[in-house]
T-cell receptor, first 113, second 112 residues
Framework: DTAVSQTPKYLVTQMGNDKSIKCEQN?????MYWYKQDSKKFLKIMFS???????INETVPNRFSPKSPDKAHLNLHINSLELGDSAVYFC????????????FGPGTRLTVT | RKEVEQDPGPFNVPEGATVAFNCTYS??????FFWYRQDCRKEPKLLMS???SGNEDGRFTAQLNRASQYISLLIRDSKLSDSATYLC?????????????FGTGTLLAVQP
């Protein structure tokens, strides 16, 4: 009965490769997010989608491309992976707006070698 | 100045102690405030929202001072299970979008 799930949980890959992370929520929420948590534990928003529409796009390299096939799914594709992309990527969802609690997935630990 | 600033700690306290964490935010137009808890190698989870009037949930008390742009979290009678990183979270207001800004967190280690 996982509310927000992500796959894979761990991802080890070489520089230059392309990889995808998938996220699904079964909470019926309208808004989904991708966050990056770096080695210093700083958690920063990357993207936000509301009902499949992109509403937040931070200054993220365009190698990162989110895709939302429906409001329950938000996937993240990363092209030409770099060492600096190594981090934990968290997906999250919320009912709507910003006053509502955000529920986080378990995270995907990406290591680029 | 960082948008949300916290003392990173660590705070090492004995069981049963009372500990307080502080947080300041830079955007005076912010409207929503939260404390999240993150255990080691786990995802953040909402601990409590912070209201202008202050609010309490069991051993946890959160307070907001809008004039000073300051948020606090007080934990009474600390338990070993309270050991975690506590993240101060503030929304940014204005413009076409709102988003949550996370502080870097304060690490609490409760010792037996």
């Amino acid at each position: 009965d996982t509310a927000v799930s992500q796959t894979p949980k761990y991802l080890v890959t070489q520089m230059g490769n392309d990889k995808s992370i998938k996220c699904e929520q079964n909470l019926g929420h309208d808004t989904m997010y991708w966050y990056k948590q770096d080695s210093k534990k700083f958690l920063k928003i990357m993207f936000s989608y509301n009902n499949k529409e992109l509403i937040i796009n931070e200054t993220v390299p365009n190698r990162f491309s989110p895709k939302s096939p429906d409001k329950a799914h938000l996937n993240l594709h990363i092209n030409s992976l770099e060492l600096g992309d190594s981090a934990v990527y968290f997906c999250a969802s919320s009912r709507d707006g910003i006053s509502y609690e955000q529920y986080f997935g378990p995270g995907t630990r990406l290591t680029v070698t | 100045r960082k948008e949300v600033e916290q003392d990173p700690g660590p705070f090492n306290v004995p069981e049963g102690a009372t500990v307080a964490f502080n947080c300041t935010y830079s955007n005076s137009a912010s409207q929503s405030f939260f404390w999240y808890r993150q255990d080691c190698r786990k995802e953040p989870k909402l601990l409590m929202s912070v209201y202008s009037s202050g609010n309490e949930d069991g051993r946890f008390t959160a307070q907001l001072n809008r004039a000073s742009q300051y948020i606090s979290l007080l934990i009474r009678d600390s338990k070993l299970s309270d050991s975690a990183t506590y993240l101060c979270v503030v929304n940014t207001a204005g413009g076409a979008t709102n988003k949550l800004i996370f502080g870097t967190g304060t690490l609490l280690a409760v010792q037996p």
